[in-house]
């Protein structure tokens, strides 16, 4: 167990609605990471937060959003949902940065959109 | 552009016997490199990492990794594979100039057939 926890292990939605994804990090990490993994994509970075402010973006679409809040947990706003979205989604922390530190993932939330 | 490649998709290893792992990079400076494990249906477990110092890092399970500065690799290898050891894994580095996020390769499964 890496301590980092996901909200919903699954979740099916249809195309066009918005869910929300949620992740707390382990203790005392400031850093939270998303990621989305799918078949033909392999590891994606989406967005870094740190201590509440975004820190990095990576291939993060429009219609997707982050955020993290005052006790540190975040959460991962997708809308409009298109059947592409269907994928792994993966959250990370790390202590302080910078640092060499590696990073702790959660279990992921699978996403099917129909 | 800064890069991490993993050539072999898929490794077969039959087991008691070595295996290797193979990453190569493409980053500028003294990078940070890890190592990480996906079994099927969980998120991805850190290995080890190589920050400085000695170029040959042990990390959980058994596993180590060789960097080379000359040959700008880290390989991951283990002396006598186990059938548990079946699982994806991942090559990922980190610039120390960058904007703290990693570089990831692509994955390699790794098959240990009894």
């Known amino acids: 167990d890496s301590g980092v926890t996901q909200t919903p292990k699954h979740l099916i939605t249809a195309t066009g609605q918005r869910v929300t994804l949620r992740c707390s990090p382990r203790?005392?990490?400031?850093?939270v990471y998303w990621y989305q993994q799918s078949l033909d994509q392999g590891l994606q970075f989406l967005i870094q937060?740190?201590?509440?402010?975004?820190?990095a973006k990576g291939n993060i679409l429009e219609r997707f959003s982050a955020q993290q809040f005052p006790d540190l947990h975040s959460e991962l706003n997708l809308s409009s949902l298109e059947l592409g979205d269907s994928a792994l989604y993966f959250c990370?922390?790390?202590?302080?940065?910078?640092?060499?530190?590696?990073?702790?993932f959660g279990p992921g939330t699978r996403l099917t959109v129909t | 552009a800064q890069s991490v490649a993993q050539p072999e998709d898929q490794v077969n290893v039959a087991e008691g016997n070595p295996l290797t792992v193979k990453c190569t990079y493409s980053?500028?400076?003294?990078?940070?490199l890890f190592w990480y494990v996906q079994y099927p249906n969980r998120g991805l477990q850190f290995l080890l990492k190589?920050?400085?110092?000695d170029n040959l890092v042990k990390g959980s399970y058994g596993f180590e990794a060789e960097f080379n500065k000359s040959q700008t690799s880290f390989h991951l290898k283990k002396p006598s594979a186990l059938v548990s050891d079946s699982a994806l894994y991942f090559c990922?580095?980190?610039?120390?100039?960058?904007?703290?996020?990693?570089?990831w390769g692509a994955g390699t499964k790794l098959i240990i057939k009894p």
């Open positions: 990370a922390s790390s202590p302080l940065d910078p640092g060499p530190h590696e990073q702790y």
């Open positions: 203790s005392g990490d400031l850093s």
């Open positions: 980053v500028s400076g003294n990078p940070y």
């Open positions: 190589y920050i400085t110092g």
């Open positions: 937060y740190y201590n509440g402010e975004e820190r």
């Open positions: 990922a580095v980190r610039a120390p100039d960058s904007n703290y996020q990693l570089i």
